[in-house]
């Protein structure tokens, strides 16, 4: 079955980019239909939509951070990608990556969540 | 401050049956389908109901999921101690070119 896999940096500086990859085992992340969503949930806090990337390439962003974020996607690794720019502490969070199966917050599988810490 | 409103706790016995509300808007919940997900401390979420009421193969058929106009419902029976974990209902958000939205989640105790 499909499996995710979030890697990248534990550790980043603030004002600097958050940078995450998702990696799809299981299956092809270019299969079809599928949407290849980022969640983040801060410390103690609930789950918070970052976005997600169609397998056509076309992606969608929370409203609150769109400014600052940037999904893509790598089919020759079957990779997608997270990017944040000039995160803070606010931005200190688990972050996950999943699978949605109709872009409707249909969310599966998911990714074990790796935390990332914005300091100095 | 979640665009969906869950209450932040609810508990009960093994056996009883618990209902978790999940509270939005017309152009959430009252427009499009309604998911609950499970989350275990330190695990990641685990879908439990998707389509408002559908239920992936190996949840167990104790979880039920409803939706009425704006707001949406996720009911264990048969209560057990290991349904004590956090649950957060999601749906799409029509609004602002549209979004996921998630609720604030709502911790389960079993006495």
């Known amino acids: 079955q499909v499996q995710l896999q979030e890697s990248g940096p534990g550790l980043v500086k603030p004002s600097q980019t958050l940078s995450l990859t998702c990696t799809v085992s299981?299956?092809?992340?270019?299969?079809?239909?599928?949407?290849w969503n980022w969640i983040r949930q801060h410390p103690g806090k609930g789950l918070e939509w970052i976005g997600y990337?169609?397998?056509?390439?076309?992606?969608y962003y929370n409203p609150s951070l769109k400014s600052r974020v940037t999904i893509s996607v790598d089919t020759s690794k079957n990779q997608f990608s997270l990017k944040l720019t000039s995160v803070t502490a606010a931005d200190t969070a688990v972050y996950y990556c999943?699978?949605?199966?109709?872009?409707?917050?249909?969310?599966?599988?998911w990714g074990q969540g790796t935390l990332v810490t914005v300091s100095s | 401050q979640s665009v969906l409103t869950q209450p932040p706790s609810a508990s009960g016995t093994p056996g009883q049956r618990v209902t978790i509300s999940c509270s939005g808007s017309s152009s959430n919940i009252g427009s499009n389908y309604v998911s609950w997900y499970q989350q275990f401390p330190g695990m990641a979420p685990k879908l439990l109901i998707y389509r408002n009421s559908q239920r992936p193969s190996g949840v167990p058929d104790r979880f039920s999921g409803s939706k009425s106009g704006t707001s949406a419902s996720l009911a264990i029976s048969g209560l057990r101690y290991e349904d004590e974990s956090d649950y957060y209902c999601?749906?799409?958000?029509?609004?602002?070119?549209?979004?996921?939205?998630f609720g604030g989640g709502t911790k389960l105790t079993v006495l």
């Open positions: 999943a699978r949605d199966i109709e872009g409707q917050s249909h969310l599966d599988p």
């Open positions: 299981g299956g092809s992340i270019n299969s079809g239909g599928y949407y």
């Open positions: 999601s749906t799409w958000d029509d609004s602002l070119s549209g979004h996921v939205v």
């Open positions: 990337i169609y397998y056509s390439g076309s992606a």
